[in-house]
C-alpha cells in the first residue's frame, strides 16, 4: 500500500495545541469539522494537502501538551493512516491507539514532505520509496495492534463485550 509522507516544518516537540488550537478545541464537536483545522499556527494550509492514507512525519516529543483526546481524533479524521515520529510524548501515546490512530516510532530525520512511503507493521519497517531507505520501525505492541484493527479502545470493548487480548 502506497503512503505518502506529510512532514512538519516545526518537527519536534510539537504540542497539542499546534495539531489542533485551543481556540477550536470547545467550539466545534465534530470531528469532521475539526480536522479541517489541523496544524492552522504553524501552517495555514496543511490540512488542505492532507490525502487519506498519508502518514504525518514529525520529529522528537510529538504530542507533548494536553491530554485531550481531540489531538489524535482530528489527525485520524483528516485521514492520516499513521504518525511517524522519533518519539511521542506518554499521554498522546496512549491517546492515539485509544482511539485507533497508529503511532510508529522511528529516525524520521531523512523524510521529506511528499516523500512516498511504504509501511510494513508486521515486519517494523517504514519504506522511503522516494529516498530508497529502509527505516526500521519501533515494533508495535500485539495489544495495541488489536486495538488499532478493532477501531481503539471504545470500539473494542463494543466487539468484545469487555477486553479480550488472547
Not at 6 to 17: A, E, F, G, M
Not at 126 to 132: A, C, I, T, V, Y
Request: proline letters at 2%; hydrophobic letters at 40%; one cysteine or more.
Amino acid at each position: 500500500m502506497k503512503h505518502f509522507a506529510r512532514r512538519l516544518k516545526v518537527q519536534d516537540n510539537i504540542n497539542t495545541d499546534y495539531v489542533i488550537s485551543g481556540r477550536y478545541k470547545f467550539k466545534i464537536q465534530d470531528p469532521k469539522e475539526l480536522a479541517k483545522h489541523i496544524f492552522e499556527d504553524i501552517d495555514p494550509g496543511f490540512a488542505a494537502r492532507v490525502q487519506k492514507g498519508d502518514i504525518l512525519v514529525a520529529g522528537e516529543n510529538f504530542g507533548c501538551g494536553s491530554s485531550r483526546e481531540q489531538a489524535p481524533q482530528a489527525l485520524n479524521t483528516a485521514g492520516f493512516t499513521a504518525v511517524a515520529a522519533k518519539s511521542f510524548a506518554r499521554i498522546f501515546y496512549r491517546n492515539a491507539f485509544n482511539i485507533g490512530l497508529l503511532l510508529i516510532e522511528c529516525d524520521t530525520s531523512f523524510i521529506d514532505d511528499g516523500d512516498e512511503l511504504e509501511l510494513d507493521i508486521e515486519n517494523s519497517k517504514l519504506k522511503d520509496k522516494s529516498k530508497g531507505l529502509i527505516l526500521e520501525v519501533k515494533t508495535v505492541p500485539n495489544v495495541m495492534k488489536r486495538l488499532l484493527e478493532d477501531g481503539g479502545v471504545v470500539e473494542h470493548f463494543k466487539k468484545h463485550g469487555g477486553f479480550k487480548f488472547d
